[in-house]
């Protein structure tokens, strides 16, 4: 094996560089149910789609609004300073680089990482198993030192992973050489992801950065709200994962039983769950999770669109974030009841 650098990135990665392929699009990808388009009396949406949705409260609108600020490309801003020394200590690396996205930071790490042509990136199929089971990456280290390979981890959530298991965020990557975490998501950021490595390998970063059209001047207002997300929204993920939990047990107690779910899978704010055999489709499960009708009215006395995405293996997933409160949870456990009960009532009247 070539000791050239390789790459391996922790998620789920279909497509090798330098093989062309035929890029076939998932259709449950191109799913995407809105608060506009529901129907009929409601007195408030439950948007469990993506922990993308979070808006930005009040005392992270303040930072933003009083950040102090420079010119980041020269590296003067303040805030972003502060923002990526804090991310750097907070995930037990040398460097941190602020990125506008999770999509082009992992590109980033991957052409730091892969800088010679024909150098490859080596990425299991499923492989995002290690970030929910951290499956043998003290081992994976172990191998990629041997070889004088990279280890790069996609860890969108690891915040959320970290406070799961109850460890600090640098437990999860001390095997890793570089990492991508989400500020955005379950953080509550607007926007914005940290790139974590070496200070040689974000120094390279930087300048993949401005090649890719990343690099921003005033950025302070932006790092601020980073820095709110960072120091404090980490503890709250507990809530999630919380009412993620409560949401799954009570799928598996619904009557009558539609859902099926694992309970052993429901460890952080994601619930994925199916519906049995022959019922309906993910597809039609969640039009009719978002839309509202007169005999949910009449039945519950209030009409709940419950938003969330068909997924990949004939899944559906629910996503927790801090929109989310308890009580819009038991809105959705009603909704979700409601609707296998309203199901078995129309496949009897069709038998």
């Known amino acids: 094996m070539s000791s050239k650098t390789l790459t391996v990135i922790v998620r789920l990665v279909r497509h090798c560089l330098y093989k062309p392929r035929v890029f076939r699009v998932n259709p449950v990808r191109l799913y995407y149910g809105s608060p506009q388009t529901v129907t009929g009396s409601a007195i408030r949406t439950v948007d469990l789609r993506s922990d993308t949705v979070t808006k930005p409260g009040a005392a992270m609108r303040r930072a933003m609004a009083e950040a102090e600020v420079g010119d980041d490309v020269f590296g003067e801003d303040p805030t972003v ?140 207002i932006l790092a601020a709200a980073g820095k709110i997300a960072l120091s404090d929204m980490i503890g709250r993920l507990e809530e999630d994962h919380r009412n993620a939990r409560h949401f799954a047990q009570a799928l598996l107690e619904s009557d009558p039983a539609l859902y099926q779910v694992d309970l052993n899978t429901v460890q952080t704010n994601i619930v994925r769950f199916s519906l049995r055999e022959g019922q309906m489709s993910p597809v039609e499960f969640c039009e009719r999770m978002a839309g509202v009708d007169e005999e949910e009215v009449k039945a519950l006395g209030q009409g709940v669109p419950v938003l969330m995405f068909p997924h990949v293996g004939d899944t559906v997933r629910a996503v927790w974030h801090l929109g989310i409160s308890e009580e819009d949870t038991q809105l959705a456990i009603l909704k979700a009841q409601f609707v296998a009960q309203q199901h078995k009532r129309r496949s009897i009247r069709a038998a």
Request: hydrophobic share 45%; with cysteine.
């Open 81 to 220: 300073n502060e923002l990526q020394k804090i991310a750097a200590e907070m995930f037990g690396m040398k460097a941190a680089l602020y990125v506008p996205s999770g999509t082009m930071s992992n590109l980033i790490a991957v052409m730091v990482h892969c800088r010679e042509r024909g150098d490859e990136m080596i990425a299991g199929d499923l492989s995002h198993i290690h970030i929910y089971e951290q499956g043998g990456s003290a081992q994976l280290r172990s191998v990629a030192d041997q070889f004088g390979l990279a280890v790069h981890m996609d860890g969108a959530r690891v915040m959320n992973a970290a406070v799961a298991l109850g460890v600090q965020p640098s437990a999860i990557l001390q095997h890793c050489h570089s990492v991508s975490v989400c500020l955005s998501k379950g953080l509550g950021a607007p926007v914005g992801s940290m790139l974590g490595g070496s200070k040689d390998f974000i120094q390279r970063a930087v300048r993949v950065r401005k090649v890719l059209g990343g690099g921003m001047r005033q950025l302070g």
